[in-house]
């Protein structure tokens, strides 16, 4: 049963348009949401993240919009750069306590290619 | 200088060995998780530790034993290694038990290859 999940395996944009990755999740406890970017060969890395009290987040070239109430997150990316150029993970949290303790549920990533 | 610091990188065994995964922060961080990435690429948590204590344990087989011998350090033994357990592992690390900012930090994978 998996909880998050990121229905686009691949996504290809031209260098200076939009990037937007998409993620569903079913499990209405989620109340915090994180995007990861990985390169090849190296651990997930930090993007940007939103809690469920907010719709919207922006750090820089990077925007995460949710809709709670379609249990849905996107990650905007404007302009894009062939820096970009790598696998997304969106992730979710419960702040349940207990067994949830820290724990992240991922999805399966989208891998996004920035042509120049 | 590297934060999170997982040895080997690559693991090739046969079916049947034992072999361990080592796992080294320097962030000062309480928690430390192993994940593991599967062939469908999903990364799902096996175990996590606070100051050496066991918080999560997640349905894993028991021939996976996660072991702390202190907050820096989280090591994961594996038993009677299975081709099925070929996989990417990940270590990371995390403030005070879950940092509701920044989430975790993650070390660079394990690819463990099982033949």
């Known amino acids: 049963d998996q909880q998050v999940k990121q229905n686009s395996p691949s996504l290809s944009v031209q260098e200076g348009r939009i990037s937007i990755l998409n993620c569903d999740y079913t499990?209405?406890?989620?109340?915090?949401f994180l995007w990861y970017k990985k390169y090849p060969a190296e651990g997930p890395t930090f993007l940007i993240s939103?809690?469920?009290?907010?719709d919207k987040n922006e750090d820089g070239r990077f925007t995460v919009f949710l809709n709670k109430s379609a249990k849905h997150l996107s990650l905007h990316i404007v302009p894009s750069q062939p820096g970009d150029s790598a696998v997304y993970f969106c992730?979710?949290?419960?702040?349940?306590?207990?067994?949830?303790?820290?724990?992240?549920?991922f999805g399966q990533g989208t891998i996004l290619t920035v042509h120049p | 200088d590297t934060a999170v610091s997982q040895t080997p990188k690559y693991l090739v065994t046969q079916m049947g060995n034992d072999k361990s995964i080592k796992c080294e922060q320097n962030?000062?961080?309480?928690?430390m998780y192993w994940y593991k990435q599967d062939s469908k690429k999903f990364l799902k948590i096996m175990f996590s530790?606070?100051?050496?204590?066991?918080?999560i344990n997640e349905t894993v087989p028991n021939r996976f034993s996660p072991k702390s011998p202190d907050k820096a350090h989280l090591n994961l033994h594996i038993n009677s290694l299975e081709l099925g357990d070929s996989a990417v592992y990940f270590c990371?690390?995390?403030?005070?038990?879950?940092?509701?900012?920044?989430?975790?930090?993650f070390g660079s994978g394990t690819r463990l290859t099982v033949v």
């Open positions: 992730a979710a949290s419960a702040n349940a306590g207990g067994t949830s303790y820290g724990k992240l549920t």
């Open positions: 962030l000062g961080h309480d928690t």
């Open positions: 939103i809690s469920s009290i907010k």
């Open positions: 990371a690390s995390s403030q005070e038990g879950w940092d509701r900012v920044y989430g975790y930090t």
């Open positions: 499990n209405s406890m989620f109340d915090y």
């Open positions: 530790y606070n100051n050496k204590e066991l918080i």
